[in-house]
């Protein structure tokens, strides 16, 4: 499953989530390289966090002999750590790694290699949202408005990926963009005129030649399934639709299926 977040020009902004259904999870890593490769996202992906990737390494060096492609996969990927703030991770070895994961879902939640405990942060965080967490237990992560505030645990992979600009669309799509930038700008200014006397409409056409970063995040969840999210964040709720879009276009290249909601 995916989600995403965006925040808008409204001061309380709301939320969407969107969800891509893993139908088999030995090749959750196919799916996952289908949809990063669609051509709807720019292709440089970074690891948001390294600690999964060092336990599974340790986890499969006991394991697998050191020429299986699962154990040449994580090796490559850990060596880069420290180089940068994130480590990039190409989507050979994304798939092999995540496949590999699909494949062993039981073994590693039996094992409870991505369990992690709450930070004292994170319990007072709760406590504040009048929410009851324990770890092992299933993520609800439309219960989180921030991204930051979602539990770790459980969490395998965390990506931050960016979607294509407009103009790198095929010219029938630019067309649907410019589409619903006009009908929503339409909306907005039923409301009130943005600043300098502008449309909205040309505002909101400025953010579509911005990348868009947006996260993606596998999770393993207390019953050996696998779920997939990510989130993202904008200047302006209103093209939710334009990014809705976009993501399912990516989900029929991948030959995914693909539903959204709103989080309020």
Not at 111 to 126: G, P
């Amino acid at each position: 499953m995916l989600r995403a977040r965006w925040s808008g020009y409204e001061i309380d902004s709301s939320e969407a989530a969107y969800n891509v259904k893993v139908k088999d999870p030995a090749n959750m890593g196919t799916l996952v390289r289908a949809f990063l490769t669609s051509g709807y996202f720019v292709r440089s992906f970074y690891l948001f966090s390294e600690v999964q990737m060092k336990r599974l390494q340790g986890w499969v060096a006991q394991r697998e002999p050191p020429e299986a492609k699962i154990r040449q996969a994580l090796d490559q990927v850990i060596s880069k750590f420290g180089d940068t703030r994130w480590s990039r991770i190409g989507v050979r070895n994304l798939e092999a790694i995540l496949n590999y994961v699909g494949q062993h879902a039981q073994e590693l939640l039996d094992a409870q290699l991505f369990r992690f405990e709450l930070t004292d942060e994170e319990k007072e965080q709760y406590t504040d949202y009048d929410i009851e967490f324990e770890p092992g237990s299933f993520v609800d992560e439309t219960d989180f408005y921030s991204e930051s505030d979602i539990p770790v645990d459980g969490v395998v992979m965390v990506l931050e990926c960016a979607l294509e600009k407009a103009t790198k669309l095929s010219p029938a799509e630019q067309g649907e963009a410019r589409r619903i930038v006009r009908r929503a700008g339409r909306e907005m200014d039923r409301f009130e005129r943005p600043f300098f006397d502008e449309s909205w409409a040309d505002l909101l056409a400025d953010s579509l030649e911005q990348g868009m970063n947006i996260t993606l995040r596998v999770r393993l969840n207390p019953d050996a399934t696998l779920s997939i999210t990510g989130r993202w964040m904008e200047d302006g709720q209103f093209l939710f639709d334009y990014y809705s879009f976009l993501l399912e276009q990516a989900a029929k290249k991948a030959e995914a299926e693909v539903d959204f909601d709103m989080i309020y």
